[in-house]
Structures are given as C-alpha cells and as structure tokens.
C-alpha cells in the first residue's frame, strides 16, 4: 500500500519507526542506506561548451570560412562585420542556453534548509539533508515540508499546496486513511509534500520518502530528462540556411568554371565567385532576425509579457494550442461569494440565475440585497450577512487590505460589500466564545453576546421573539451563536429554516436539491446556521451545535478575470485552441471554462480528469486528445504527457504555469509561458517567457506579436532573397548571353554591405497587417518559402537580371563606355524600390503611406546617398572603379530602377482581386 493508504500504525510498521522517532544510531545508518535528502543535478555543461556549441550552425560554419576567404582576399571589413555577427549570435544563444539550466537551482532552492525531528524520542533542530525515512519530523505554521511525510498527528494544520498541486486555497490536512490508491496529490489530505509550507495549525508526520524520491525529487528527475525543442523559427532558418548555402556554392562553382571555359583571367573570376558567396549567402540574417526579436521583446514587456527567450517571441506566432492554468491566470486567484440561497430565494453576482425549488422564486442581483437600513421583513438576509461579517477571523488592516484564509476573506467581503461593517457589528455583538473549525466536525460556531443600543431591542430582529415567534410574551435571549460548514453536516444538525415570516419546518430534499444545483455549477457550497441562547452555553457540553435554524448557503468560487472571455474568444477567432489544465475539482474547471468560453455544450469527451488520463492508453489518448478541452486533477508527468501528445499530433504548443508541477511541461513546450505574480521560481527558469501580470488576455497580445514578428522576418527574408537571387542571376546569365563580367568584385561586396543589412532590419518596424487575429495561425510544417515567398524571389530575382543585363547590352552596343557603373546603381536602386513595394504582402505602398515605417524611409534615403557618392565623388572612383554619369544616364538609371516596384505592385493588386472574387 501506498502511505496514504495507510493508518498510523501501518505506516510506523512499514517504515520500522515509532512515535518516539528514530534512534542517533538508526538514523545514521538510513542516511548511509538513502543517502541525503538533497535533490540531484545531472553533470553540466561548461560555460566554454556552451558557447562553442553555438558554432555548430551549417551556414554559421560556411560564413566563418566565407570570412577567411574575405580576409585572404583583402576585405579585411566584411571579414569583421561578418565575426562580429557571428560572436553577437553565439552570445546571446548561449545566454538563452545557460539561464535554461538554471531551473534546477531554483527547484533546490524550494527545499526547506532545517527541520525540527525527534531523535531519541527528543526534538532535535537537524539540517534538512540530513533526514531519512522514518524521521518523526514537528511541524508549525510557517514550517517549509522538509520531506515527503504522512502524518499522525494534526491541530488543525493546513498546507498550502498550490505550488505542486494547483490548489488554489490552503488544505485542511488529518490523519485518516485513504483508500484510494491513485488519488491526485491534491487529494492526499493525510499527506504533506517536500517544498510546500504549513499555513495554519500543527502536527507531526513519519518521512515516507527523501531527496529524488519525493514528489518534488520526481519532477526534478522530470525537468532533467526532459529536452528544449528548437522552436519554429530555429527550424526553419537552420533549413533555409542549408538550402541557400549550397545553392549559393553550387552556382558560384558553375560562374567560375563558367568564367575559365570563357577565358577570364583565372584570379579575377574566382575573386567575383567568392564575392558572389560572401554576398549571396545572407550572413546579416542571422543578426536581423535577433535584433528583430529583441525590439519584439522590448515591446512585449510594455504589454507586461518578459520574454527570456528570444525566440519564443516568433514561436508565439506558430502556437496552435494554449494550454493554460486556471487559477491565477483565468481567473482572479481570490475567492468570492458568486451566489447565496437564503429566504427561499438564490442571488447570484450577474443577477440572471433562474432558481429551483419549493419557496423560490427568481433570483436578482446582490446589488438588490437589502442594506442594515431595511425594516424587520428582510430580517433573514440582514441576518445572514451579519453572521458573514461575524463568524468569521478575516480582519482589515489599516491600508484596508483584507487578510485571512482565502474563504474567509470572501466572506468577509461580501459582507463588506453590502455594508456590513465587522468591527461595527462587534461592538453590539462581541464574539465571547468559539469552537473552531476541525476537519472532523467539518463546522465552526462563534458566539456573541447581544448588547449594546440596537442589539437586542431596537436591533435587526436578532432577538429569540422577534425571529422565532411573534409573542411578545417569549423570553428574551443575551447571546446568539453561528455555525458554518459543510452543508451536509448543517443541514443534519438544522430543525428549521429562516424566512421573513420566522422560522419554517425544514424540508430537507428541497434544501438540498438548491444546494446541490449551485454546486452543479462549479460552485464550492457553505452553509450558516444560527441558534440563540439565553445564556452563553459551555462548550464541552455535547448538542451545542444541534438544533440549528438555517439561515442560507453561499457557493464561492474564483471568478474568471473579465477580460479572460474576451482574450479566449479573440484565440479561437485566430484559429487558436485554448485548453484548461488544472488540479481543481472537474465541476468547478468545467464552471470556469465554461464561463470564459473554452467549452461549449456538454461533449463529455471535453473533459477528463488525471484518473481518467492514466487509465487511457497513450495511442488513445492521442487519438483523443484534440476534442479535449479541460484537464482537471492532474499530476506533473500528465502535464508532459498532455503536452507530447499534442506536438504528436503537429501542433505546437504553449503552456502557462506557475508551480513546481508546472516546469517539465514548461519546458518540453513549444513555448512555455510562466506567471511573474504567483510563479515560482522553478517553473520561471523552466520557462521562455513570463507574463507580468499573471493574465491570460496578456497571452494573446503576445500571440499577436509573435505574429507581427514572423510577418516582417519574412519580408526581410523575402528582400534578402529576391536581391540576392538578383545578384547570382546578373553573374551566372551574363556569360551566356555572350555579355562581359556585369560588375567588380567590389561592386558586389559594397552592394551586399549596403542594402542587406539597414533596409532588412528597418523592415523589422513595420506595423502590423490588416486581420493579423483574424487568421489561423501557419502550419507547424509551414516553410518560409510558402505563399509564394520563393517563387518570388525568383521572378523578381529575373526581372532584376534582366533589366541590368539589358540596359548592360544597350550601353555597350551604344558604345557607352560607363556601362559598368550604371549597371551598379541600377541593381542597387533595383534593390530599394523592391523593399519599398514588399512592406506588405496585400497592402499597396501607397495605401499604407511612405511614413508609417519612417526608419525604412531614412534607410533608402540614406543608401540612395551613399550609392550615388560612389559616382558623382572624384576620391572613390578609383576605389569602386566607377565613372561619374552624365543627366540623361542617371535620369535612365532612375527610370529603369521603378520596375521591380511596379511589377510587385501589380502582383499585390492581382492578390487582392483574387481575394475578392474568393470572398
């Protein structure tokens, strides 16, 4: 049997201790045989292996060899750009790789540094390393678990859980067994877990397991074995750089081989060959795509998302399905009163609940409630909010910030919210005496004494004759006592029920059937009785907490955040298919999620909880796995397995999370987004990115990014490609249209240095594109050749080719002896009027206005410049071996040089015809 399948006894047997603890000499001897109670790491990398490993690229090791063949050559300046960006990489590539390895430090960090355990049957003070299995450990509140225990002695002990469990409130802990071999860990309340902490209460627990053996150990067993896929864009970059590289090289050998066969001279044709490859091949991509994810990221933060890696900004763009936590990030991570039954009548928050039942009628809004101003009639519901505020230990500090257990803070404040002031009502009915809640009882009973102007004459009808009977002549009471609980056990210790006309005989299958339809709804169900008393009872007499009148229920809930539908409804008009994973009970996940809009009708195949994953076979599930929409009660290694499932099926995925049980599944993700409010520091460092306010809605601004992002690597992929396939084009058609070399070596190189880099990078700031949220997200397997990215390049690559071969061709059979300069500004102006038209992929230029992207604007000004400085000033023309050109050859040049533009201008048009006539 499992430790919580065990009693106390069974427990001490299995592990060979007692109540009295372990001896000196036995515990020495466990800790040889178990070794510490410390969590493992796996060997590490070094910081020097890291960063070498960063050079591993294919086209990373192409461009190194391109920069020592630039340097043998004499281009001492692209040699070191091209180290530059190669070094920048490799930086910031190893810094994403040596933050991820530090989740680990922060898993052993949750550890509980020293524990209070009985050796020799006396309370010793030992660090935590140094417990074993058997080890009687003492617990208060405020203690760190130090170890795996199964516990044997409680005081009203409560654990908060939330980090390893996903339970959103304390956890009323005894010592019973439980039968149920595979039960959740959220429902192990006889159990305490390595790395959670006492709230409340005492007790005492037997160490069942230390170190890796724990459940905290297996998740860090999990988040060791558990590798970072590359995201989308890694991918396809690093298969782009493949295919291009080789590309590249294999036209370069034919040019040269070419060039031989032609007569060329053998130096001069393999210096425009290795020019033509240090220029074709797109060493500036690299550090464009990182400079246009760090400006993404620097933007995310303004929308309260940290992005730790840069990465996951496009990876957001590619996300299928999110995977999110319920509390916190849904939800408000506060519980609240959503709905009260009382006086026959049930009130919810919204004010649209139709109710049930004998005595009912249809539900209004809690802003209807009657305030402590009303007349004796409402009497029941003045009463009931009284017994909120009353019974009940939250308390206001001096900021007004409501401290306490989450339920009672929920019930304080709604009390509050209606005008009922606790201290207020203290000073007419001072508490005189309690009986605390216990897990046994299940119930709490405070009593007050009725005192004070108001209280028992002239007060809310709190008095024996005025509630219970209409005869003047009953006895008056002097103290009033309300317990709450479970409604089970309430109603079993209630004889009658309070309405505005006194006290009604109890039907309990009515009752019930109310309480049973609010908890139906996801709701977690109290209920309050009152009784009265003449004089204060004592609180070891048996029956105090019998014969209850009863005043009301309220179900609590954590309510969805208000802009959470909104956010969820925007995902799936983005073809985005948000799931809920949480360790709360299935009713109220299906409540929630229903709320928020992730589920629809009532598929029971929706819904699943951890039992019900375990039983399915995994091939099963993953055939399943895309109908589902809530997972509840579940365990850290589901987490992963829901996860694995999904990327099985193609889909990439982000997860949300914020506890321990969180960071596996953090990172095997896609993208693994953590909360910067409630998140631990485990699952941060597990994580790619961290929202700062713990939201949902803030996902899906950062979806939208992501998008923006991947949109514009594109088009400064798609520029690359298209200018570059322009320059190998000119070089390798040249020949064999019987034309000479078209440019220098270092017309190629200046060209490359020019219009590559700035104009690629400015294209990074370009806003946002018309329905960018109202698409689906791209194939898994999209590649960035798709929609016609490729096909592009290549015509527009020809159209290039051809018009500089052609004006080549006219120049020199004008005999026009600046030939070859022209047809250097001409590829280059070629260049920037293409970057101009493909800002975006629908929209025209003129649409979109020459001043929504001003940095693109300056860029183009700028190199229009520069280029023309090569020509028209006397001290670089022998360095670019360029001539200055006459008002009619440079009108030409700029004439020829809109082409390209109008030609993908036209493209767009017939896009978007095409589209319409679709439409």
């Known amino acids: ?68 063949i630039s340097g043998i050559i004499g281009e001492a300046s692209d040699t070191i750009a091209i180290i530059v960006i190669l070094v920048l990489n490799a930086i910031l590539g190893f810094v994403q790789e040596y933050r991820a390895e530090r989740a680990m430090a922060a898993l052993r960090k949750m550890a509980a540094s020293s524990a209070t355990v009985l050796r020799d049957n006396l309370p010793v003070r030992l660090p935590a390393a140094r417990l074993v299995p058997g080890d009687v450990v003492l617990l208060d509140a405020g203690s760190v678990v130090p170890a795996d225990l199964r516990l044997i002695e409680v005081a009203r002990l409560k654990a908060e859980e939330a980090a390893l469990t996903g339970e959103s409130v304390p956890v009323e802990k005894h010592t019973a067994p439980l039968p149920d071999e595979d039960l959740p860990l959220g429902d192990r309340r006889n159990m305490l877990f390595k ?63 070419g060039g031989l066969v032609r007569g060329e001279e053998p130096v001069n044709i393999f210096l425009v060959a290795v020019s033509l490859a240090v220029a074709a091949i797109p060493e500036a991509l690299p550090a464009v795509v990182t400079i246009a994810l760090a400006l993404g990221a620097r933007k995310m933060v303004k929308q309260n998302a940290l992005v730790r890696k840069l990465p996951a900004v496009e990876t957001l763009g590619s996300v299928t399905y999110i995977c999110t936590d319920k509390t916190g990030t849904l939800t408000l991570n506060r519980m609240t009163v959503e709905e009260i039954w009382c006086d026959g ?118 008095n024996k004759g005025s509630l219970f009977s209409h005869d003047p002549a009953s006895p008056r009471s002097s103290v009033l006592s309300f317990t709450k609980g479970a409604v089970e056990v309430v109603l079993e210790r209630s004889s009658g029920v309070l309405t505005a006309d006194g006290v009604a005989p109890l039907d309990r299958k009515e009752v019930e059937a109310v309480a049973e339809r609010i908890a139906a709804d996801g709701l977690r169900v109290m209920a309050i009785g009152m009784r009265t008393w003449e004089t204060p009872p004592a609180l070891d007499a048996t029956g105090i907490e019998g ?114 049980n969180d960071a596996p599944a953090l990172k095997r993700a896609d993208i693994g987004v953590s909360m910067g409010v409630t998140g631990t520091d485990v699952a941060k460092e597990a994580s790619s990115m961290i ?76 806003p946002a594109e018309r329905g960018l949220m109202r698409r689906p997200p791209r194939h898994p397997q999209e590649g960035l050749f798709s929609h016609g990215l490729g096909v592009h390049a290549v015509w527009v690559g020809l159209l290039m080719a051809a018009v500089v071969l052609g004006l080549q061709a006219w120049a020199i059979h004008i005999s026009d002896s600046h030939w070859q300069t022209m047809v250097f500004i001409t590829l280059c102006l070629l260049q920037l009027g293409h970057v101009m038209a493909i800002r975006s992929e629908q929209d025209s230029l003129f649409t979109q206005g020459l001043l929504s992207n001003k940095a693109l604007l300056l860029t183009v000004a700028g190199t229009i410049l520069l280029q023309l400085a090569t020509v028209f000033v006397p001290g670089l023309h022998s360095v670019f071996k360029t001539q200055s050109l006459t008002v009619t050859e440079l009108a030409l040049v700029f004439g020829l040089s809109t082409i390209v533009f109008i030609a993908v201008e036209i493209e767009k048009w017939l896009r978007r015809r095409a589209a319409r006539n679709l439409a």
């Open 691 to 766: 929202l700062l306010d713990d939201n949902f809605a803030t996902i899906v601004k950062a979806v939208g990014e992501g998008r923006k992002i991947y949109d514009n690597v594109r088009k400064f992929i798609r520029y690359l490609l298209s200018t570059n396939s322009g320059e190998i084009w000119t070089l390798f058609l040249a020949p064999f249209l019987g034309l000479p070399m078209p440019l220098q070596p270092i017309h190629i190189l200046w060209i490359n240095l020019v219009t590559d880099g700035l104009p690629a990078l400015a294209l990074s700031l370009e």
């Open 547 to 660: 014969d209850l009148v009863l005043v009301g229920f309220m179900g609590l809930m954590d309510p969805p955040r208000e802009e959470a539908r909104k956010a969820v409804l925007e995902c799936r008009a983005a073809g985005i298919t948000p799931v809920m994973i949480t360790g709360d009970h299935p009713l109220t996940a299906r409540a929630v999620a229903r709320r928020v809009g992730i589920l629809d009708g009532d598929d029971p195949e929706a819904v699943i909880t951890g039992r019900e994953l375990d039983a399915l076979p995994f091939a099963e599930f993953e055939a399943r796995v895309e109908r589902i929409r809530v997972y509840a009660r579940v365990a850290p290694e589901q987490k992963l397995t829901i996860v694995r499932a999904l990327q099985d099926r193609g889909h990439f995925v982000a997860m949300t999370g914020d506890g321990v």
């Open 345 to 462: 009548r049930t009130e919810t928050r919204q004010g649209d609940k139709e109710t049930r039942g004998q005595g009912e009628t249809a539900g209004k809004s809690m802003d209807d409630i009657s305030s402590p101003g009303r007349p004796l009639a409402v009497s029941p519901r003045r009463l009931f909010y009284t017994a909120l505020a009353l019974s009940n230990d939250a308390h206001a500090d001096p900021a007004g910030t409501v401290l306490g257990d989450p339920t009672e803070v929920a019930l304080f404040s709604a009390a509050r919210e209606r005008g009922f002031e606790k201290p207020e009502l203290e000073r007419n009915f001072p508490r005189v005496a309690e009986l605390p809640f216990d897990s046994d009882r299940k119930l709490m009973t405070t009593f007050h004494e009725m005192q004070g102007p108001g209280a028992r004459d002239q007060g809310p009808g709190l």
């Open 1 to 68: 049997m499992r430790p919580h399948q065990q009693s106390v006894a069974e427990a001490f047997a299995a592990l060979g201790s007692s109540d009295a603890g372990l001896s000196g000499q036995e515990a020495r001897e466990r800790l040889d045989r178990f070794g510490s109670n410390e969590l493992e790491e796996q060997e590490r990398k070094t910081p020097f292996r890291m960063f070498l490993d960063q050079f591993g690229d294919f086209m990373i090791i192409v461009l190194i060899v391109a920069a020592v």
């Open 195 to 257: 790395g959670t902490f006492v709230t409340y209460g005492r007790g005492r627990g037997v160490v069942t397991a230390t170190g890796m053996e724990t459940e905290l150990g297996r998740i860090a067993r999990m988040l060791q074995e558990t590798g970072e896929g590359k995201t989308p864009l890694q991918k396809r970059l690093a298969h782009f750089g493949k295919r291009i590289t080789i590309a590249v090289l294999v036209i370069c050998a034919i040019v040269f081989a």
